[in-house]
């Protein structure tokens, strides 16, 4: 038997450590099973949530405050993708790296302190915004600093977002940068240092007095975690 070239051996090896690499970078989580909301449970306002074939659907409620359906646990490096389809009078959002705290938080920013409430359920969101001026896939920290990326330069992502159908968020967090796709489409990108982990919430935003019945349905969710 001829002996086996060093050439050989180190293109094998080479293979192992790179499919190591790939084995250990990345990880799927199952965050929803599809028929109930195990693993979930209700911050802020009270807004109905309920699973049906195979969605998570928010319903609206007259006068309570933001609500969030938020994961039992945190994630801190990962990429989140989902189908969303919302009503075109309804304001909602997917928060990542998100908290709610007992005792109320400052965080100072821009050499200003801005005050977070206790049990004020806030953090970075992806914005699912239906209205004329189509900000879907913005940055928003919720219950902090507000806008960090809205799409008024990103007339591509504007349009990508489908009115009364099914659309679709690619959320990327990565160290300290976030990354969004509306629909294929790059949407906003940010650098911010804050937070490291947090909960996924899905939000169903306040709609004052209205008794309109509005909905916000979320399925398709792949998480998949991203491993140093």
């Known amino acids: 038997m001829k002996p086996i070239s060093c050439v050989f051996l180190r293109a ?21 099973d599809g028929k109930t909301l195990k693993g979930w449970v209700q911050r802020g306002g009270k807004a109905e949530y309920r699973v049906e074939a195979g969605e998570i659907i928010g319903r609206c409620v007259p006068n309570t405050p933001n609500s969030f359906l938020c994961t039992e646990g945190d994630f801190s490096d990962f990429i989140l993708e989902l189908d969303f389809k919302v009503d075109p009078g309804l304001n909602s959002g997917v928060q990542v790296r998100s908290h709610s705290l007992e005792e109320p938080r400052t965080i100072t920013w821009k050499d200003k302190d801005v005050r977070v409430g206790p049990k004020r359920v806030h953090g970075m969101q992806v914005e699912i915004d239906p209205s004329d001026r189509a900000w879907t896939g913005g940055l928003y920290e919720e219950g902090a600093r507000g806008w960090f990326a809205n799409l008024k330069e990103n007339e591509a992502a504007q349009k990508a977002f489908h009115q009364n159908d099914w659309n679709h968020f690619k959320i990327q967090c990565r160290g300290s940068t976030y990354r969004t796709w509306l629909n294929g489409v790059p949407a906003a990108e940010l650098e911010d240092t804050l937070e490291a982990k947090g909960f996924i919430a899905l939000q169903v935003h306040g709609v004052g007095k209205s008794d309109k019945p509005r ?14």
Do not use: C, T, Y
């Open 12 to 32: 094998v090896i080479a293979l192992q450590f790179l499919s190591g690499i790939l084995l250990a970078g990345e990880k799927d989580v199952e965050i929803f």
């Open 215 to 228: 909905e916000v349905r979320f399925r398709n969710f792949h998480l998949k975690m991203l491993i140093p």
